[in-house]
Structure formats: C-alpha cells, structure tokens
C-alpha cells in the first residue's frame, strides 16, 4: 500500500507564497505521476498540477494557476512539491496530493493524501 502525507498548508496574505510537500511511503514499486488536486463539495476532484515521473518530468497546470505554480518532484524521495506564489483568495482552499502507480498489469492504481489547506486572506 502507498500512503501519501501532506504537508505546508496554512494561513497567507493575498499575493504571499506557500510550499507544499507530499512525500509516498509504503511499498512503492512505480509511480507514475504524481500531481495536486482540489475538489469542492458534490463535484468532482480537479487537477490543479500534475508532473510525471520520468526522466522528462513532464508538467501541467490548470489554466487558473499558470504562471504562479511550479510543481517538481524528487523521485528519490517519492516526493512531489507545489511552490504557489501570488497567491489569490479564490484559489483552491483544499490540495490533495495524488500519485498513479503503474501496476503489474498496465493499469493504473490512484493514491490520495488526506488534503492540506490553504488559506488566503488579509
């Protein structure tokens, strides 16, 4: 089992900077991208960064936070980051962390962090 722990959340004034780390444990055989996701109530979880664990270490981003968020990844230490900076009030309140494992199979087994919040106000 992959257990995902969160970490950096807190209180920022609007336009501040946070770091978030989310760092895999358990048995982890092969990751395959691990990202950042909010979800409001009743919707679906939406990908805010996502980063794959290749040699390439390709990114993307929502729309909403080009250009403010940088996600990287240190595979080593199955860790992935979220540097947000500018922050705004109406970004995500709550991040979840996600990693896919590419299975022995082919397929893909989806991991969740327990969420981490982030709160931006004067």
């Known amino acids: 089992q992959v257990q995902l722990l969160e970490s950096g959340g807190g209180l920022v004034q609007p336009g501040g900077s946070l770091r978030l780390s989310c760092a895999a444990s358990?048995?982890?055989?092969?990751?395959?991208?691990m990202g950042w996701y909010c979800q409001a109530p009743g919707k679906q979880r939406e990908s805010v960064a996502g980063?794959?664990?290749?040699?390439?270490?390709?990114?993307n981003y929502a729309d909403s936070v080009k250009g403010r968020f940088t996600i990287s990844r240190d595979n080593a230490k199955n860790t992935v980051y979220l540097q947000m900076n500018s922050l705004k009030p109406e970004d995500p309140a709550v991040y979840y962390c996600?990693?896919?494992?590419?299975?022995?199979?082919?397929?893909?087994?989806?991991?969740w962090g327990q969420g981490t919040q982030v709160t931006v106000s004067s």
């Open positions: 358990g048995r982890i055989f092969n990751i395959n991208s």
């Open positions: 996600h990693a896919a494992e590419l299975l022995t199979d082919a397929t893909l087994y989806h991991y």
């Open positions: 980063i794959t664990s290749g040699s390439d270490g390709s990114t």
